[in-house]
């Protein structure tokens, strides 16, 4: 167990949609960073949140937007949902970005499936 | 941009070596990172290496880097059935934020 909690883990959704994905980074940790993995691209990198700002931005499209709370959960949300949307979205926390061995811990994932 | 390129499938026997590479483009990383997903799981940090050094070695792990080639390789000896996973190389983006991963290599080991 991580530590990282992530909600819900499977969500089927119709085209068109919005939905909103959930994390609780471990304890103590305050960057958040979510990534989407899909067959065909791989592992992306969407964006990155620390101590409530956002810190950097990867391949997220303009239709997802994310924060990240006082509390330091964050959420993910995907508007205007395409087929292509469905993946498995990983949320990972690290304690400060660039401190000690950069190490990430990584949620289950929230897989979503678009139809 | 960053980019970390993998081959996607390596199958061994149980028992042999496995060796998984992988090359990076640009990077600032100070360390150089292998993670592993098992079957409906989330990635787990398997090991990782200081950019300054060449070979680290963790029981039955060892990780080459290759700082000139952009060249980073994993080796597992005595493979086994429960190392059967996704293998994942990643290194720290150019602005040292964010880690970028390649697509993962499946290891399938056969008994």
């Known amino acids: 167990d991580s530590g990282v909690t992530q909600t819900p883990k499977h969500l089927i959704t119709a085209t068109g949609q919005r939905v909103t994905l959930r994390c609780s980074p471990r304890s103590g940790d305050l960057s958040v960073y979510w990534y989407q993995q899909s067959l065909d691209q791989g592992l992306q990198f969407l964006i990155q949140y620390y101590n409530g700002e956002e810190r950097a931005k990867g391949n997220i499209l303009e239709r997802f937007s994310a924060q990240q709370f006082p509390d330091l959960h964050s959420e993910l949300n995907l508007s205007s949902l395409e087929l292509g949307d469905s993946a498995l979205y990983f949320c990972?926390?690290?304690?400060?970005?660039?401190?000690?061995?950069?190490?990430?811990?990584f949620g289950e994932g929230s897989r979503l499936t678009v139809l | 941009g960053e980019d970390v390129e993998q081959s996607l499938f390596l199958s061994v026997r149980e028992g042999d070596s496995s060796v998984i590479n992988c090359t990076y483009t640009d990077s600032s990383s100070t360390y150089l990172y292998w993670y592993k997903q098992e079957p409906g799981a989330g990635l787990q940090l398997l090991t990782y290496i200081f950019s300054n050094m060449d070979m680290k070695q963790d029981q039955r792990l060892t990780v080459l880097l290759n700082k000139k080639d952009k060249h980073l390789s994993l080796r597992i000896a005595d493979t086994q059935t429960g190392d059967s996973a996704i293998y994942f190389c990643a290194v720290l983006n150019q602005a040292g934020t964010a880690l970028i991963f390649g697509k993962g290599t499946t290891l399938s080991v056969s008994s």
């Open positions: 990972a926390s690290s304690v400060v970005p660039g401190q000690n061995t950069g190490e990430l811990f």
